[in-house]
């Protein structure tokens, strides 16, 4: 069966190769223009070489590198914008994907299975679950059977905030708290791509 966090991987595969194939095409134009910048530039150095002096070529060597150190940044910083934007796409094409998967029978035989999964955690003996008002309206007699052998005091309550589905459960003094909401998985995700498109333009600075 697959599982929501073979899909998230399946998503940041994607979300990598994307980014990848983006940054090939982009880094292939830039290098095209910096050589163009490079040719033009030592035009210019042969053209008035015959009549200038070496203090003046040196000048326009400097001017040469400072130019092309300048298209450089420039390049880097649209890499940067393009890559921002493929991952803000690809990440509303995840939430899309995971609303209507929130909506299947393999999604309610996860999220039973996570709640499950709390007599493995040492959870609070009062507390209070938060889910998607679909949630606890398709599954909280489900939810509530499944909680019961966790403990005999709490709370469902609708999420104050948008979860798209999973759960969040804090106690009653809001200093306990597991966060198991999709959207959490989501900003997770969103993080690993991040780092990933940043350690690439380390690598290339």
Do not use: C, W
């Not at 995840?94 to 393999?106: F, I, M, N, P, R």
């Amino acid at each position: 069966m697959t599982t929501i966090e073979d899909k998230l991987k399946l998503f940041t595969k994607i979300v990598f190769n994307e980014i990848d194939e983006q940054y090939k095409k982009q880094e292939e134009k830039n290098t095209n223009e910096i050589n163009q910048i490079i040719l033009s530039e030592n035009e210019k150095v042969k053209n008035y070489k015959n009549k200038t002096i070496r203090d003046i070529e040196k000048k326009i060597t400097a001017k040469q590198r400072e130019e092309i150190s300048k298209v450089k940044m420039e390049m880097q910083r649209k890499l940067l914008n393009t890559k921002e934007k493929i991952i803000i796409e690809t990440i509303e094409e995840v939430k899309k994907g995971l609303k209507e998967y929130s909506s299947t029978e393999e999604y309610r035989d996860y999220l039973l299975s996570e709640i499950k999964s709390l007599k493995n955690h040492e959870v609070p003996e009062r507390f209070i679950l938060y889910l998607s008002e679909e949630d606890i309206e398709k599954y909280k007699e489900d939810i509530q059977t499944e909680l019961q052998d966790i403990s005999q005091s709490f709370n469902i309550k609708p999420s104050r905030v948008p979860i798209i589905g999973g759960f969040i459960l804090e106690d009653e003094n809001k200093k306990f708290r597991i966060d198991n909401s999709l959207i959490y998985k989501i900003d997770k995700l969103k993080e690993v791509v991040g780092a990933k498109v940043m350690d690439q333009l380390n690598e290339e600075a």
